[in-house]
C-alpha cells in the first residue's frame, strides 16, 4: 500500500490543483474556480499526497450555518479505485461533524458512491438558490442539470 498523506493545503498549492482538475473542468464534470477564487476559498480544502504530488483533493463549502456542500471532489486518474475518494469524504463529513452542520449537500455523476455514506438523493427543485445563482449558473450544462443531488443528515 502506497503512503498517502491527507492534508489542509495552501495558496502555494493552487496551480497544482487547477493541473489536476483541469480535465474535469474541460469536460464539465467540475466548476471552474479561478486562482484567486481558490485562493480565497483554500480553507475549505482537504488534499491528499503520495511523495509531495497531489494526487486528489475536496472543498467543503458552508452555505449556512446548517448546510454545507461538498465541491470539487477529484482523484488522480492513476490512483482510482484505491479509496482515496472515499478518504477524501470521509475527511469532510468529519469536519462537518466538527464544525456542528447539520446537513452536507453534493451535487454529482457518483450517485452510488455518496450513497456508500447514506447521501439520499433529494429534488433539484429543494436546493437553495443562493447555490443555484452563485454556482450552478456558471456551470456549462446549465439550466439542464444532470447531476444528481443528494444530502446527508449529520
Known amino acids: 500500500m502506497e503512503d498517502f498523506v491527507f492534508f489542509k493545503p ?13 480535465a474535469d473542468v474541460e469536460n464539465g464534470n467540475i466548476l471552474d474556480r479561478n486562482y484567486n477564487e481558490m485562493a ?9 499526497k ?26 488522480k486518474d492513476k490512483y482510482r479505485n484505491q479509496g482515496l475518494a472515499k478518504g477524501l469524504i470521509e ?7 466538527y464544525l456542528k452542520l447539520k446537513k452536507l449537500l453534493v451535487l454529482t455523476y457518483k450517485k452510488a458512491l455518496f450513497e456508500f455514506f447514506n447521501f439520499v438523493e433529494i429534488p433539484k427543485e429543494t436546493i437553495p438558490e443562493t447555490k443555484i445563482w ?4 456558471k456551470c456549462k450544462h446549465f439550466p439542464v442539470c444532470d447531476e444528481v443531488s443528494l444530502v446527508l443528515d449529520i
Open 40 to 48: 480565497t476559498t483554500i480553507r475549505s480544502y482537504t488534499a491528499v
Open 134 to 137: 452563485a454556482d450552478c449558473i
Open 91 to 97: 475527511k469532510v463529513i468529519d469536519e462537518a461533524k
Open 10 to 22: 495552501n495558496v502555494l498549492d493552487i496551480e497544482k490543483m487547477q493541473k489536476l482538475v483541469a
Open 50 to 75: 503520495i511523495d509531495e504530488e497531489i494526487v486528489g483533493f475536496i472543498a467543503l463549502h458552508i452555505h449556512t450555518v446548517e448546510l454545507a456542500e461538498i465541491r470539487s471532489l477529484v482523484v
